[in-house]
């Protein structure tokens, strides 16, 4: 298996644009985590899914911030409008529930809001 | 609130040394403690797992050990290399399939 994989590794964009973020969790994997990584707080989470229904978003900042996952395959996580202070790592990890939440990580999308 | 505390915040030995970066939880209940890696840019790169019921994890030069009782983890290092420079994350859950709580890292820097 490839891993995670994120996409894109690298968004710049305008305040008050949309920016959309994709994961690819490893096949067979049930739990779905998105986690942001600032200078200031660190790693933490936004949300999370078990078989692509969302258990714990109260970790997503606002409602400008919105999470999905369509199918066991993928997930996005949205933010509009975005804002200079959304500038961060954001880290997609899947598990699967019966291997004691060993989580594996994608490579970040490195997110930086002009 | 459950949280892990990391200290020093940063780290920097010479190489060939042996070290210890610390991990302190609140909660002694855990389920599971994980330190990664992670290099400047990049991802995070699990490093050693240990469940609740073990005490110490072994992989090459790393070692982990598990206190619960006092809520302590450490990550020691032997014969440290230039390569073994990066940020080093504790992480804990409380309960099985969980997110996992991060502590804000211990950055090690090993001198040639």
């Known amino acids: 298996d490839a891993g995670v994989i994120q996409s894109p590794r690298h968004e710049v964009t305008e305040m008050g644009q949309e920016v959309t973020l994709r994961c690819k969790p490893i096949?067979?994997?049930?739990?779905l985590f998105w986690y942001r990584q600032t200078m200031m707080r660190g790693l933490e989470l936004l949300i999370y899914?078990?078989?692509?229904?969302?258990?714990?978003d109260s970790g997503m900042p606002e409602d400008r911030f919105s999470a999905k996952m369509p199918n066991a395959s993928f997930s996005t996580l949205k933010i509009q409008p975005s804002e200079p202070r959304d500038s961060a790592v954001y880290f997609c990890?899947?598990?699967?529930?019966?291997?004691?939440?060993?989580?594996?990580f994608g490579a970040g999308t490195r997110l930086s809001v002009l | 609130k459950q949280e892990v505390t990391q200290i020093p915040a940063a780290l920097s030995v010479p190489e060939g040394e042996n070290l210890v970066l610390n991990c302190s939880f609140t909660?002694?209940?855990?389920?599971?403690l994980q330190w990664f890696r992670q290099d400047p840019g990049k991802g995070l790169t699990s490093l050693l797992l240990?469940?609740?019921?073990?005490r110490e994890q072994t992989s090459g030069r790393l070692n982990a050990s598990l206190d619960k009782s006092s809520g302590r983890s450490t990550l020691y290092i032997a014969a440290s290399q230039p390569g073994d420079s990066a940020t080093y994350l504790c992480?804990?859950?409380?309960?099985?399939?969980?997110?996992?709580?991060f502590g804000k890292g211990t950055r090690l820097s090993v001198i040639a």
């Open positions: 990890a899947s598990t699967l529930g019966t291997a004691g939440n060993i989580q594996y």
């Open positions: 240990i469940q609740s019921s073990q």
């Open positions: 096949s067979g994997h049930d739990y």
């Open positions: 909660d002694s209940a855990i389920y599971n």
């Open positions: 992480a804990v859950t409380w309960s099985g399939n969980t997110p996992l709580v």
């Open positions: 899914f078990n078989n692509n229904v969302p258990i714990d």
